[in-house]
């Protein structure tokens, strides 16, 4: 039995997973995919890559999540997921990069700027 593993990313959060065949139980930082993400559309959104290609029920997944916050996670998971799969059976990939799951989303926080109460908000400006 081969253990597959893949990274991915957003915004903060870095979800770093093992594949292994089995019967399609997920679990994130020892605790089950429905008790980590108790949110539908979360899990869902976990999910997609692996009902796409048609493989809800053939892999388990052993997930270390950390960064970020729920939404990041989500997303961050769902790459690392589309990215294993490639790596199990590279003819899934044209199906995946057409729903956008192999695509690392670039947008993240910009940094503080010093003289400045946000990235980019400055301070009241009043002419008297």
Request: no cysteine.
């Amino acid at each position: 039995m081969e253990v597959i593993n893949a990274l991915g990313r957003r915004k903060r959060a870095v979800a770093r997973i093992f594949v292994t065949e089995g019967t399609g139980k997920i679990t994130i930082n020892k605790r089950d995919l429905t008790q980590y993400f108790p949110s539908t559309i979360l899990q869902y959104v976990v999910k997609q890559p692996l009902n796409t290609i048609g493989a809800a029920e053939k892999y388990d997944i052993k997930v270390n999540l950390y960064g970020g916050g729920f939404t990041g996670q989500s997303q961050a998971l769902r790459l690392a997921i589309a990215r294993a799969l490639v790596k199990m059976n590279p003819e899934d990939k044209a199906a995946l990069r057409a729903e956008g799951f192999m695509t690392r989303d670039p947008r993240s926080m910009e940094r503080k700027k010093p003289g400045r109460p946000k990235a980019r908000k400055r301070f009241q400006f009043s002419k008297r």
